[in-house]
Structure formats: structure tokens, C-alpha cells
């Protein structure tokens, strides 16, 4: 074997991280082209995030939309990308500017609305008014803007006419008080109705199991035919093309030709679609009425910004980062556009400063072009600068739901429990320390490497001895089996979706909260702020939540840090395990996680180095190592050898890798929608989810995969979007899971795509030996040298801080 040398470092090809999930290449009509199509991105923000566990390595391969909003590209934030692959197959895609596509007419059309009021008759003496200094239309602007914000909240807050809006127990309640007013019934008769339900939930006894009929998971449904066929006929009109119907009947529901007839911007919330197609599509259905500050326009192309934002990560936006961006898409006036799409509720404006975090939306409205250039300019001489940000409704939500449920689980469980007798028993001096921890605390973090999963395990299992209904919940099917066999107890072990699905683990009680008393996840990094909310709002008062999970390792596919912004918040307690993870690999991986490439004696090859000059011979040699070198000297077969590169495009991605090794291993037509019985792949049932499988066979229903004995039937139209070949994956992909052997390919090329997280998190996906393909020379050092940056925005650290929540 041949030990790594602290300056030796493999390399990685150029992150191009596009996710598993990719759309069909299809084309839409450019704005600058006239009929030359327009390549839409293969990868879709929604669908291609799904392939890409964690955050995907094609992050750092965004494309120039990708950097809009934020910059560059990160480099741990690789993971978007590889859901967005972004497949080049058009021509020139850069858009004449929009100011042109209306004529000479453009902007005076723009100006029409603005000029009504002003119009007066052209019969008679010269009625014309003077005309308005910039400070009186300036005035004038800002009491419009008021009075429409004013009309909206009315409309709002307004009474529903007749109930007709209402539906279930509100139009129920409706009926009955117009009964007592009509006097067909008394006020008492219902006072004898049950009283509501407590507002809270207490931890409720134990629920008897549901039996669940075994059955094939199949994929969900696409949009109704109908709806695809109408918004295809939309479609066509402005020279988009019919592949997109549906996709984007299911994005935009079943009034989706009428809403794209209406507003054509709104194609921009279809997966894959950028503001180059949908400003060719809108130009095609508007004509001269379409223009760069069309507020549609500015509204959806803020929206998307957050949009791709999150991909990367972020749960929102510095608001300066967003009208910059909407600078370079020719918007005149980015700063009046965000405040039209605040108006508009299109995003949410926050204000962060020293005092905490203030909702800029409950403040009295104001001027459009001031409010948040105000609000970073008025901070008091010494003070930090007030940064004011964007961010969709639905993060916002998530983040304040989490911090309060957060908050809920710390307050309301039984402190100090004794469970003395439980941690002297314990295994380890940690565990015992994470046992102590948890009897005294609602809310507990554990942070610690994969020797250190063996202490939440410990905990279940002493949980479970006091009587406790104790369970935990990983990110994968692997993180699954693997913490079973730490427990000895199948039943202890769920993976986090089919816990909230309910397909797996104890079912919920009466009020639908999780019945269990104590529930540990591990994989936390894994978590994203919308799953995350979603599971702390569904465990009853007095329930323990442990998060456990290894800081160094890349992030959530999903948008958010939870786990990151939960110990910076220093908000429970934070018990770190003193567990080393044993072996070569081990302090190979422990070194890297500090910042460090240190040389490792391996005298069982537990670690190779293989030398490689180009990209050819890195796949070259890689099939190598997976199909003769790794079984034959090491005993591991194939099929338990998972390869680990940077991205998904490229001479070495994971395309590359896996095409060379189906032909090596599963040579074969590929007659199932390019897939043979016996192909490893990656299924991707929702976004962030990556579920290794194993092709049995396909019939009219769709494409049957093997999930670690689990029957899955993909639809035949899903087949495309959701599976990909799995024999390479990349580092996002793969987190959380391990093998018992690892190849990990760095081709020259791949220098951009490296960061400390990123080598952290492929390097120790092996269990028992770990090959590097190496073609870099010294960007491997500088990649584990370098500090890890906080390379997403988020609110919930702050939310957390704040006191009294």
C-alpha cells in the first residue's frame, strides 16, 4: 500500500454537480435568436436537487444564473448544481435586451399607466398642469405605493362575503352563527359540543403498531391530462416546446395555461427554465408589450433569484446581493422592483441587526426606494451595519416554526430525570455524558466522526431499558442498517422519511404527533430547515430530541443549516464525543477534519494512492481498481466498491465514470429506458433523498428496483427525472452512506470543486480501504488547509439568539 504523503493530493474534476434528477434537454425560442432554440438546463432546481443528497457537488458549477444573486459560486455549495445540470446543447443563448423587443414603443408603453392620469383632453384651451418637481412626483409615487399596500391588507383582513371562501369547520361555524342570529336555533344548544382540544400536546401513552400491507412504493402521478394538454397549446403559442407542458402543469397546478397566458414570466418557476427562455416565451405571447421592467417580470425574476438561491443553500438573500443581480438582468430600477415584489408578497424583507430580527413588513409602509436602503444606511456611528434580507415565505416559515418548536421541546420536558444507574452502564465515558445530558435536557446536540454513532445507540438502547419508547431516525437506508446493528434492535431504526410518512417506526398518536418519548437523528447535517420543521412540530410536549452528527461533513441538499446554526446559537446543551475513528482511515479523516493532510502508515493497504496525468486515465484506472485490483487484493467485490468523484459532467463525472463502468461490469443495450437487470442506480424519490438500488426489470407499470430488498416501481415518465446510474456518485450524493470500499477520483480538472468539507466527506465514505485517483498536485493541500466559510445565508441562528421566543 502506499501511504498518503501530507503533500500529495489527489484532485477532483471541475464540480459539475448536476443531481440525479435531470430533465430532458429541451429547447425554448431565445429573445436574441429570433428562431434559433434555446437549451433549458438539464437539471431542474427542483427535481435535479433531489439527486443530490446533501448539497450536491454541482453547486460549485453553477451556472452564471446560479451567481446572480450571490456571487460566486461556492465551493461547498456544489450540491445545487448537480441538481441543476446544466446541459449547453444551444447555441447562443444571450438574449437581446428586453428593452428592444417591443420597438421603439417600449418604454413609452411601460410609461401608459403613469400617463392615464395625466392625459387631458386635447379639445379646448390648454389644460395641462405644471409639471411635478422630482420631489413632488417622487411624493406622488410613494402615496400610491401606500395607498395600494393599504387597499391589499384591507382586502386581506377584510370580511369573506356571504362565506363563500370558506369551507369544513369554518363554514360549519359559519352556518351556525347565522342560525342564532335568524333565531332558528338558541345560543346554548351549543354549549353541550366538546370542548376544544388543548392547544398543546403532552407526550400521550404508548400507540399500538399499524400494520402496513407490503406493497411496491410507486412514484407519484404527473399533472392531470388535461391540464398538460391546455398548457401545451400555450406552449406552442410562444414557441416553447411541448416537453415543458408537464412539468410545468405540475409546478403551476391546473389553471397553468391560463396563469402562463396571464403572466408568461411565471414559466420561470418550471424547473430547468431560465430568464433567457422565459423572456423569449413572453416576447413571443406579449409583443410589443413586453418590456425589462415589466413589473411580471421583475416580480418573477426576484423570485427565481431566491429560488436558485436556495438551491445553493441559502434561506435568503441580502437584499443588495438581489438588486444587483437584477441590475445585470437590465431591470432599470432593481431597487423599486424589490420593493414591487414586497409589495406584491412575492418575498419577505427582514431586518438583522444588533437588536435581533425585525420584520420589515409589519413596519408602516413607505417609500418604495427608500425603506431598505434606509435601513442599511441609519444603523447609529459604532454599530454593526443593519443588514436587510430577502427571503421566500415558505423558508421564513420553516425557520420561525423551527426556532419556536425548538424552543417548545427545551421548556416543556421533565428536567433532571434520573438516569444515574443508565449512564454508569454506559459503554464510553461520552456516552455516558450524552445520557446525563439528555435526562436533565429537552434538547440535546451531539456532534462527533462514525466511531462516535456508537453513543446515540447506547443512549436508545438505555433509553429503551428505562421503559421509554427511545427510536432514532438516519438519512439513509445504509444509516439505517447501520445503527440496527449497533442497537441489536431492527425496531430502533428508522430513516427520517418514512418516519414522517409514517411507513416506518411506531405511527402517531390521536393528536398526530409522533408516538415516541425520545428521538434521536443522526445524519444531522443532512437535515434542511423545511424537513427539520416538520419534525419538531411533530413531536409532543415533553418529548427529548437528540441532533447528532458530524459537523465536517457537506450540508443538506435542502435550503438551510440547521444543525450548523443550532450549535453556533449555543442554544442546548453540546455534548462532543472523545470517540477517534480507529484505522488508517480514521486519522486520515480525523487530520483533514482539522485542517491537516498528514502521511498514514496502512500496512493492510487500507489506503492507496494512484497517480494519474489526465482525465482518460483517471476513469481508465478507476475501472481498474472497481473491477480487478480492489476484489483481488483487497476481497472486496464490486458491487460493495461505491467511486466518489466532484461532479456529474465533465471527461471524469459521474456520466463518464458510470458509462465506462456499465460497460466493464453490466455491459448491456440498456432496453429499460437505457437501463439493464442488474444495473446499480440511485433512485431519487424527493429532492435530497438518494436511494441506492439495483435494477430487476420493467413492465407497463414502469422500471422495478431493488432498494436493499424493497420492491420500488418507478413510473415509466419518471424514469428519466428521478434514476441514474450509481456505480459513481458524488460526494453530496453519498453522504451519510458508506462502503466497504471507497475510490475517490480527483482528475486535474476538478481543482475548483475542493473544499476541507468536501474531501472530509468522500474520504471517509470507506470502511475498510480507500483508493484516490490523484491528478492534482497541490490543490488537495490548499483545499484541507483552507477554513470552512459559512457559505450559506440563513435566519435561524439568529432566531434562535433571540431572547424570549
Not at 67 to 77: K, R
Not at 92 to 98: H, S, V
Not at 331 to 346: I, M, R
Request: proline share 8%.
Amino acid at each position: 500500500m502506499t501511504a498518503l504523503p501530507r503533500g500529495e493530493t489527489p484532485g477532483s474534476p471541475a464540480a459539475d454537480d448536476d443531481g440525479v434528477v435531470a430533465t430532458p434537454s429541451t429547447a425554448v425560442p431565445a429573445s436574441s435568436t429570433g428562431d434559433e432554440p434555446h437549451a433549458v438546463d438539464e437539471g431542474s432546481p427542483k427535481a435535479d436537487d433531489t439527486g443530490d443528497g446533501a448539497e450536491t457537488d454541482g453547486q460549485d458549477t453553477a451556472t452564471d444564473d446560479d451567481t446572480d444573486a450571490s456571487g460566486a459560486a461556492e465551493d461547498g455549495d456544489e450540491s445545487r448544481d448537480a441538481e441543476e445540470d446544466t446541459s449547453e446543447t444551444g447555441a447562443d443563448t444571450t438574449p437581446a435586451p428586453l428593452s428592444e423587443a417591443g420597438g421603439g414603443d417600449g418604454s413609452e408603453d411601460g410609461d401608459e399607466s403613469g400617463n392615464a392620469e395625466g392625459d387631458t383632453s386635447e379639445a379646448g384651451a390648454d389644460t395641462t398642469p405644471a409639471p411635478l418637481s422630482e420631489a413632488e412626483a417622487e411624493l406622488a409615487a410613494q402615496r400610491e405605493l401606500r395607498e395600494r399596500i393599504e387597499k391589499r391588507k384591507a382586502e386581506k383582513e377584510g370580511p369573506i362575503a356571504a362565506g363563500a371562501k370558506l369551507s369544513g369547520k369554518a363554514a360549519d361555524l359559519l352556518a351556525a352563527v347565522r342560525a342564532v342570529e335568524s333565531g332558528e336555533q338558541s345560543a346554548t344548544s351549543f354549549f353541550d359540543s366538546p370542548a376544544p382540544a388543548a392547544p398543546r400536546r403532552t407526550a400521550p401513552t404508548p400507540a399500538p403498531s399499524r400494520p402496513r400491507a407490503p406493497e411496491p412504493a410507486r412514484a407519484s402521478q404527473g399533472a392531470p391530462p388535461e391540464a398538460v394538454a391546455a398548457t401545451a397549446a400555450v406552449l406552442a403559442e410562444g414557441g416553447a416546446p411541448a416537453a415543458l407542458a408537464g412539468p410545468a402543469a405540475e409546478t403551476l397546478g391546473a389553471q397553468a395555461a391560463e396563469a402562463l397566458r396571464t403572466d408568461p414570466w411565471q414559466l420561470l418557476a418550471v424547473p430547468g427554465v431560465g430568464p433567457e427562455q422565459a423572456d423569449g416565451f413572453a416576447r413571443a405571447l406579449l409583443g410589443a408589450e413586453c418590456g425589462p421592467d415589466d413589473e411580471r417580470r421583475t416580480d418573477a425574476l426576484v423570485g427565481w433569484l431566491l429560488e436558485r438561491a436556495a438551491l445553493r443553500g441559502h434561506t435568503a438573500l441580502d437584499a443588495s446581493e438581489v438588486r444587483a443581480a437584477l441590475a445585470g438582468r437590465s431591470v432599470t430600477d432593481p431597487e423599486a422592483a424589490v420593493q414591487h415584489a414586497v409589495a406584491e408578497g412575492v418575498v419577505l424583507v427582514f431586518q438583522d441587526g444588533p437588536d435581533g430580527q425585525e420584520d420589515l413588513e409589519d413596519q408602516e409602509p413607505g417609500a418604495p426606494a427608500e425603506s431598505m436602503e434606509g435601513a442599511e444606511a441609519a444603523e447609529p456611528a459604532g454599530q454593526e451595519p443593519v443588514q436587510v434580507l430577502l427571503g421566500l415565505d415558505r423558508y421564513a416559515l420553516a425557520e420561525e416554526s423551527l426556532a419556536d418548536g425548538l424552543a417548545r421541546l427545551v421548556n416543556a420536558c421533565e428536567k433532571d430525570a434520573d438516569w444515574t444507574e443508565a449512564a454508569s452502564a454506559a459503554s464510553s465515558p461520552s456516552a455516558a455524558e450524552l445520557i446525563r445530558a439528555v435526562a436533565a435536557h429537552g434538547l440535546v446536540a451531539h456532534t462527533g466522526g462514525e466511531a462516535a454513532r456508537a453513543e446515540p445507540a447506547a443512549l436508545i438502547t438505555a433509553a429503551r431499558s428505562l421503559g421509554l419508547r427511545a427510536l432514532g431516525a438516519v438519512h439513509s437506508v445504509d444509516g439505517r442498517r447501520r445503527l440496527a446493528g449497533a442497537t441489536g434492535d431492527p425496531e430502533t431504526a428508522v430513516t427520517l422519511a418514512g418516519l414522517l410518512s409514517g411507513a416506518q417506526g411506531p405511527g402517531r398518536d390521536e393528536e398526530g404527533a409522533i408516538a415516541v418519548d425520545l428521538l434521536v437523528v443522526l445524519d444531522a447535517p443532512q437535515l434542511d430547515v423545511e424537513t427539520a420543521a416538520m419534525l419538531v412540530e411533530s413531536l409532543a410536549d415533553g418529548t427529548r430530541l437528540v441532533l447528532s452528527g458530524d459537523p465536517g461533513v457537506l450540508g443538506s441538499a435542502g435550503a438551510g443549516r440547521v444543525f450548523a446554526d443550532l450549535l453556533a446559537a449555543r442554544a442546548c446543551p453540546q455534548v462532543v464525543s472523545r470517540t477517534p475513528d480507529p484505522g488508517p482511515i480514521g486519522e486520515l479523516v480525523s487530520g483533514i477534519g482539522i485542517g491537516e493532510l498528514n502521511q498514514v502508515e496502512a500496512p493492510g493497504k487500507e489506503v492507496v494512492i494512484v497517480p494519474v496525468r489526465d482525465a482518460g486515465e483517471a476513469v481508465h484506472r478507476t475501472v481498474q481498481l472497481v473491477a480487478d485490483s480492489v476484489p483481488r487484493a483487497i476481497g472486496v467485490p464490486s458491487s460493495d466498491t461505491q467511486v466518489i468523484t466532484v461532479g456529474h459532467g465533465g471527461s471524469a463525472g459521474t456520466r463518464a465514470l458510470n458509462a465506462a463502468l456499465k460497460q466493464r461490469l453490466n455491459p448491456g443495450p440498456g432496453r429499460f429506458g437505457g437501463f439493464d437487470p442488474g444495473d446499480r442506480v440511485v433512485h431519487v424519490p424527493a429532492p435530497g433523498r438518494v436511494v441506492p438500488a439495483v435494477v430487476v426489470s420493467a413492465d407497463a407499470e414502469g422500471l422495478r428496483l431493488d432498494c436493499a430488498g424493497t420492491e420500488i416501481v418507478v413510473a415509466r415518465e419518471r424514469v428519466e427525472s428521478s434514476v441514474r446510474h450509481g456505480w459513481a456518485l458524488s460526494a453530496h450524493q453519498a453522504a451519510g452512506m458508506r462502503w466497504p470500499a471507497v475510490v475517490v477520483v480527483l482528475p486535474g480538472d476538478a481543482a475548483q470543486g475542493l473544499n476541507r468539507s468536501w474531501v472530509y466527506t468522500a474520504f471517509g465514505r470507506g470502511e475498510r480501504h480507500l483508493s484516490v485517483v490523484h491528478g492534482v498536485d497541490q490543490a488537495l493541500p490548499r483545499a484541507v488547509a483552507q477554513p470552512p466559510a459559512q457559505d450559506r445565508t440563513t435566519r435561524l441562528r439568529t432566531l434562535l439568539e433571540t431572547p424570549a421566543r
